[in-house]
């Protein structure tokens, strides 16, 4: 049975992820930022881990713990994969300075912390993996949402280009880390 305090947390993730990934991706196309693509694609594979939280509390689709715990690693480590391809394939691109980009990270820097946060709280309660890997990658958002936009920022005032393909690298080492500890079942110290 799906704990009233999970469904409320996943729904809300959930909801500021479309958002966030939309806004994200839109602002990607018009500015030709890799950081903002790489974001707005962190953000669809939020929602994918919320998704599968959300699965293992339902009945007719029940995942036991190793296998949502997992399928949380194998979401952080195709994040990172998605990111490096991502920065290789954008280099170089003329880009245009993104004020919804700007505006969409510095939301995600308040709200996503705060996310991580009661996941992680709830995810201790119940002992669950999934929940605090999927606290983890709310926490990686939070994270990437700094530096995106440290870098959309950076290129607003100076026009440095190349910052923007670095703060999309710099989350990967993060990523590829976290997607270990979930692997293992190490996603908060649960146990």
Not at 126 to 143: E, G, I, K, V
Not at 173 to 190: K, T
């Amino acid at each position: 049975m799906l704990p009233q305090k999970v469904a409320w947390l996943q729904g809300i993730t959930l909801a500021w992820m479309a958002l966030e990934c939309g806004v994200s991706l839109w602002a990607a196309a018009h500015s030709h930022s890799v950081a903002l693509l790489a974001f707005g694609s962190d953000s669809l594979v939020e929602m994918l881990s919320a998704t599968v939280v959300l699965l293992q509390f339902l009945p007719r689709f029940s995942l036991r713990k190793m296998y949502a715990d997992r399928a949380a690693a194998v979401l952080l480590f195709a994040l990172a994969v998605l990111v490096v391809c991502i920065a290789w394939l954008a280099r170089g691109r003329p880009m245009e300075t993104s004020r919804v980009g700007i505006g969409v990270t510095a939301l995600a820097l308040v709200v996503m912390p705060v996310l991580a946060w009661m996941k992680r709280r709830q995810a201790r309660r119940m002992n669950n993996r999934a929940l605090a890997a999927d606290a983890t990658q709310s926490a990686t958002c939070a994270y990437l949402a700094g530096v995106t936009l440290a870098g959309l920022a950076i290129y607003a005032v100076w026009q440095i280009r190349w910052v923007d393909t670095v703060a999309a690298l710099v989350a990967v080492p993060l990523l590829i880390v976290e997607g270990g500890r979930a692997w293992r079942g190490e996603g908060c110290g649960c146990s």
